[in-house]
């Protein structure tokens, strides 16, 4: 990414009394590159602001905001789709970080602290915060999901609603209590 503030940061060379700022902001080519590598139609607009500041002895708290305009395929038309991106973004590096060994393990509760790394590459976690911000399935305006159904000729069709398992209890009930009001 084209940007002249460093985006890469060694840990042992950060000031341990006062936050080390950052603000990247990428240029046309590493936002084309990094939509490519997200599978989207475009990234207008990216840029992620912070601070890594010391915490305690040996420890590091990121704290900043991912901003973004991205355009990506609604999920029924395909048409383009516009969404802006406020993202806040919180890491904690801790020196006494113990990896669970385990083949399976519970997801911790704070699923933002990772060990300290020796180099902290701030375009890394631009493209994971993005990559997590965005959409899963993006709607155009007025883009509804149609019904399909299907049968063999002769057949009824059976339709979403049909195959729904207490679909015919409401029904039945709606009867018994006419039949009851009567």
Same mark, same amino acid.
């Given at each position: 990414m084209t940007n002249k503030a460093p985006t890469q940061f060694r840990m042992a060379d950060l000031a341990t009394r006062k936050a080390t700022t950052f603000s990247i902001l990428p240029d046309?080519? =590493?936002r084309t590159a990094l939509a490519d590598?997200?599978?989207? !139609?475009? !990234? /207008?607009k990216l840029r992620f602001d912070g601070e890594i500041a010391p915490q $305690?002895? /040996?420890?590091?708290q990121l704290s900043g905001t991912l901003g973004a305009t991205v355009?990506?395929?609604? $999920? #029924?038309?395909? &048409?383009p789709v516009v969404t802006r991106i406020d993202e806040p973004v919180s /890491?904690?590096?801790v020196g006494d970080y113990e990896e669970i060994e *385990?083949? &399976? =393990?519970?997801m911790p509760e704070d699923d933002t602290v990772e060990p300290i790394p020796a180099v902290l590459d701030l %375009? #890394?976690?631009? =493209? %994971? #915060?993005?990559s997590l911000a965005l959409p899963p399935f993006p709607r155009a305006e007025g883009a %509804?999901?149609?019904? *399909? #159904?299907y049968a063999q000729d002769g057949a009824t069709p059976m339709t979403d609603d049909d195959a729904k398992p207490f679909a015919g209890l409401g029904a039945l009930k709606a009867a018994l209590e006419a039949k009851g009001d009567e």
């Open positions: 046309g080519p =590493a590598e997200l599978q989207i !139609i475009e !990234i /207008r $305690g002895g /040996r420890d590091w355009v990506q395929e609604c $999920g #029924v038309t395909l &048409e /890491r904690t590096y *385990a083949s &399976e =393990a519970e %375009e #890394v976690l631009l =493209a %994971e #915060v993005l %509804e999901l149609g019904e *399909a #159904v």
